[in-house]
């Protein structure tokens, strides 16, 4: 099954014919669809999420592998190596082996911990709380499809059937390819993956940009962090290669809601209603969900590492298992927040899809970090020779990384009261400040 043909084949024409209602926010970099989903869609879509078996953390290598780094490692057996395991909060303190296991590196998304220390270190608190909740954010996450080299989908992991995954992933590839054409002016759109996220009660998704993709310089292939702070840093738009992030949502929930924010600030929150369909330039906007509490909370566990949950049909529960197989808890369907996204490549122009497929005009790592050493230097970060790539790669996030300000997310989530980041900011100066004249949050 050739997907990305055939929506290759929906031209922009067509695409604007589409009777999909689309809300868009932020400057055109998020749009929320009201329809497009039938009951037997949305149907297939719960079949998938319940079939597909074990879900894996997202902390634990299973989807986002350590990498190479980019030449901060230390050895292994070396002493600094050994001061690295440590109770510390710095980024040194948390540095992950490796793919080869031969050296301690920064871990992939090093640039949310670097944000989060300087939001410390300037005002004391992550947006109001002293830590994440569960594990620094993490959550439960599983890949369903993925497009191979000769731009096939196919099934990618679980026990959910190679019909049932292709069907739900061209439902979804129609929905979104369509509004990701109509939101940015991209004739060609063709999906690249698609997975689910899942939180237990007390879990959230942290503060976070995604990870963007740029010829020749890919996730599998470069760090994750690098790859976010090219983004940022605006150099390198002539290699980057735009992606739509697609969500939708299976349950009303009361808590767990999307707040996306653009690059001047101004937030959004989305509601986390079924069939809701989200359309957004993840990498470019910074986005997080509120804690998910469900409404009648009980004692949860924290899942340690190595733990998989996954859904019993007979019994109609979520099972959380350890890494053994042993038991450790049970949830009820509305205590597990389930969401799916897919990623979308959205290509300009046949031109640029060829250079993409081709390999033609690649970017190097070697040659970005020259850029972004150069242009390091003319900001005054250093003078003289080049910094240790360690120390580099502090300079690169710090100067190019950039989350919302703990003002402009104390206003977007006082549409909310009840929410953790409102509550969060009672008693601290930003608890004062008065929301926006104009509300933000979409009627739903």
């Not at 024409?13 to 689309?22: D, G, L, P, Q, S």
Request: hydrophobic share 35%.
């Amino acid at each position: 099954f050739h997907l990305s043909t055939a929506l290759r084949n929906q031209t922009w024409k067509e695409a604007k014919k589409t009777k999909h209602k689309m809300d868009i926010h932020l400057d055109g970099r998020l749009g929320v669809l009201h329809s497009g989903l039938s009951d037997e869609d949305f149907r297939s879509f719960q079949k998938l999420v319940h079939e597909y078996g074990e879900y894996n953390l997202n902390t634990d290598g299973k989807t986002i592998k350590a990498g190479v780094g980019i030449g901060e490692g230390i050895p292994v057996e070396s002493e600094e190596a050994k001061k690295a395991f440590g109770s510390g909060r710095t980024i040194h303190h948390q540095r992950v082996l490796n793919n080869n296991g031969t050296e301690m590196i920064f871990p992939p998304r090093a640039d949310n911990a670097i944000k989060v220390d300087e939001l410390m270190e300037s005002h004391g608190s992550i947006y109001g709380r002293q830590t994440y909740t569960q594990r620094d954010g993490a959550f439960f996450r599983g890949l369903y499809a993925v497009i191979d080299r000769n731009g096939r989908m196919r099934k990618a992991e679980g026990n959910a059937s190679d019909a049932l995954t292709l069907h739900v992933q061209e439902v979804m590839g129609k929905r979104f390819a369509a509004a990701a054409q109509k939101l940015f002016g991209t004739p060609l759109v063709v999906p690249k993956m698609f997975f689910g996220n899942l939180l237990l009660p007390g879990q959230e998704i942290g503060m976070h940009h995604d990870v963007p993709e740029f010829r020749g310089i890919h996730p599998r292939t470069a760090p994750n962090w690098l790859q976010i702070a090219m983004h940022g840093s605006g150099l390198f738009g002539r290699w980057r290669i735009l992606q739509a992030a697609a969500l939708t949502y299976y349950q009303h929930m009361e808590r767990g809601n999307l707040a996306v924010y653009s690059p001047n600030g101004e937030g959004i929150i989305i509601p986390a209603n079924p069939k809701l369909g989200v359309v957004v330039e993840a990498e470019t906007c910074a986005h997080h969900s509120d804690v998910f509490e469900p409404k009648h909370q009980r004692h949860w566990t924290d899942p340690p590492s190595g733990s998989k949950l996954g859904y019993v049909e007979s019994e109609e529960c979520w099972l959380l298992a350890a890494a053994d197989g042993s038991e450790l808890q049970r949830f009820r369907p509305d205590e597990v927040r389930v969401s799916t996204q897919m990623k979308l490549h959205c290509f300009r122009s046949q031109e640029e899809e060829r250079m993409y497929l081709e390999r033609t005009d690649d970017l190097s790592i070697e040659q970005a970090l020259d850029m972004m050493t150069d242009d390091l230097r003319r900001r005054g970060w250093f003078h003289g020779p080049d910094p240790c790539k360690a120390d580099l790669a502090m300079m690169i996030v710090k100067e190019y990384v950039h989350w919302p300000v703990p003002e402009a997310v104390a206003r977007c989530w006082a549409q909310q009261p009840d929410s953790v980041f409102a509550r969060a900011a009672l008693g601290s100066p930003i608890a004062s400040l008065k929301p926006p004249t104009r509300p933000l949050q979409s009627k739903l």
